[in-house]
């Protein structure tokens, strides 16, 4: 674990973030605000208390930890406030709760989401924080601590066809946009074969590193429907003009990545589960609009749902 040049985390501003990674729209990009009517401020984490029980799960002498998140996208994903400096979003507050209950301070570092997994093999990042959905695949290399259920869903232009896309023959000869390293890009590519096997044109699959050019992409015709997380779609249909939320297509649990076989796991799991247990847990996804994703209990690594 790295202890060198720890801030806490509830100060945190982009000016500190910056100085230790590029941001997910590569280096030199500038933070994108979010207006601040669009995203809730409730404080819902600050009254949390040190869970002893839990702490005590920590390697000995852990008190500080670096955690990797994607920073760009929208809520309830992390994103900053109209001050350009404070971070907020789902991850962010259950980063900060979970950091209470342990009782440990936190380095904040932003790195591109497809970056974040390959580097906590190598211990560049204690774990990373960013929507990562638990599959049997990430699984092999990548320790979870589970603290949501989102998943894939799409959505598209009021103006299109398309409804329920149930199976991914619909999409064949259309192009879709997605988050590149993401679970939905794996989805789409590993299953191209559909539309071949039936005969058909494969869709193409468009791969952007920020959601902002997802969307742009969609809402100037470049691309046909947008597949994502369950919530940030909900969220975007109903924050922006001319859009459409589908379906959902598939549920994932969410959780907190790890190196495989770090001793971070048994704390990270008691202190999600404090949190349901303490009322936190709900005051988040109420604050967030997410309370359909919520989980009765935290685990380490389960295996992929099937749906």
């Not at 009517?37 to 839990?54: F, L, M, Y």
């Not at 301070?105 to 560049?124: C, M, N």
């Not at 096997?197 to 470049?222: C, H, L, N």
Request: charged fraction near 20%; glycine fraction near 10%; aromatic fraction near 8%.
């Amino acid at each position: 674990m790295r202890t060198l040049h720890f801030v806490p985390f509830f100060g945190i501003t982009s000016a500190a973030l910056l100085l230790t990674a590029c941001g997910s729209g590569g280096a030199g990009t500038a933070p994108v605000a979010a207006k601040s009517d669009d995203v809730p401020t409730a404080d819902v984490v600050s009254a949390e208390q040190k869970d002893e029980a839990a702490a005590r799960l920590l390697p000995a002498g852990t008190t500080r930890l670096t955690v990797a998140i994607s920073v760009g996208g929208t809520p309830p994903g992390t994103t900053y406030l109209s001050d350009g400096k404070t971070l907020t979003g789902q991850d962010v507050d259950f980063t900060k709760a979970v950091a209470k209950v342990l009782g440990v301070r936190l380095k904040v570092e932003q790195a591109s989401f497809e970056a974040i997994l390959p580097a906590l093999d190598s211990g560049k990042y204690d774990f990373g924080a960013s929507n990562f959905g638990v599959t049997d695949e990430r699984r092999r290399t990548i320790d979870f601590v589970t603290y949501i259920n989102d998943g894939q869903g799409f959505a598209t232009r009021k103006d299109s066809k398309l409804t329920r896309v149930t199976d991914l023959k619909q999409l064949c000869g259309l192009n879709v946009a997605t988050g590149a390293g993401t679970t939905f890009e794996a989805t789409l590519e590993e299953n191209k074969h559909v539309c071949t096997d039936a005969g058909r044109k494969p869709y193409q699959v468009q791969t952007y590193s920020e959601p902002s050019a997802i969307w742009s992409s969609v809402q100037q015709g470049r691309s046909d429907v947008v597949m994502s997380t369950i919530n940030g779609l909900r969220y975007a249909v109903t924050h922006q003009p001319g859009l459409k939320f589908l379906n959902e297509y598939h549920r994932l649990d969410v959780g907190f990545a790890f190196k495989k076989g770090s001793r971070l796991t048994p704390a990270f799991r008691a202190a999600v589960n404090r949190l349901l247990a303490d009322g936190t847990y709900e005051k988040i996804l109420g604050k967030w609009g997410t309370t359909g994703s919520a989980l009765t209990r935290s685990r380490i690594s389960p295996p992929e749902l099937k749906n």
